[in-house]
T-cell receptor
């Protein structure tokens, strides 16, 4: 069955360091992958999208890589700030169109002073 | 430019009652998705609707759950005869157009409705 795995343990890092979050998937051939941020009591907010034929995407302090051979995406936040503390979700979209996203359970990031 | 609006934010129901969750998509968006989030679990797709059409309801439980998106007014997710296991956060998301492989699609989520069944 299709499975998306994100590290369920919270990631604690110091302010200014780079946070790296992992998303692994099995039995899936996504057309693209998205990363969302979710704060407590709020809905997810879109951050980045990367397609199956792209290796890397950047947006300000964010960077996403996508390795379809390893079936893995890495999400990096450079120069992290306490305001980056949140849960980060990866989501896969199927090939052939449609936007029925399948979400991972998310990784909670805590950036400490 | 209002975002996706969901109401109520919190809904408490007793077992056997009906729950109605409303979602107004962003202005100009004609596609609505409903997701359910249980504690310690990821967001689970339930249903995808366009105006007056259900496009994909493969994630909807076969009984007690229904969804609509009328020509006028918000999208409604309706749960009849609620049970404790229905307690969850229900999120609505909208998008402006149908996704194809060539489009750069993202979803805009509301803040959710937290349903508690006593």
């Amino acid at each position: 069955s299709q499975k998306i795995e994100q590290n369920s343990e919270a990631l604690n890092i110091q302010e200014g360091k780079t946070a790296t979050l992992t998303c692994n998937y099995t039995n899936y051939s996504p057309a693209y992958l998205q990363w969302y941020r979710q704060d407590p009591g709020r809905g997810p907010v879109f951050l980045l999208l990367i397609r199956e034929n792209e290796k890397e995407k950047r947006k300000e302090r964010l960077k996403v890589t996508f390795d379809t051979t390893l079936k893995q995406s890495l999400f990096h936040i450079t120069a992290s700030q306490p305001a980056d503390s949140a849960t980060y979700l990866c989501a896969l979209a199927p090939g052939g169109g449609g936007n029925k996203l399948t979400f991972g359970t998310g990784t909670q990031l805590k950036v400490e002073l | 430019n209002a975002g996706v609006m969901q109401n109520p934010r919190h809904l408490v129901r007793r077992r056997g009652q009906e729950a109605r969750l409303r979602c107004s998509p962003m202005k100009g968006h004609s596609h609505v998705y409903w997701y359910r989030q249980l504690p310690e679990e990821g967001l689970k797709f339930m249903v995808y609707l366009q105006k007056e059409n259900i496009i994909d309801e493969s994630g909807m439980p076969k009984e007690r759950f229904s969804a609509e998106f009328p020509k006028e007014g918000p999208s409604i997710l309706r749960i009849q005869q609620v049970v404790r296991g229905d307690s969850a956060a229900y999120f609505c998301a909208s998008s402006p157009f149908k996704t194809t492989r060539a489009t750069n699609e993202k979803l805009f989520f509301g803040s959710g409705t937290q349903l508690s069944v006593l």
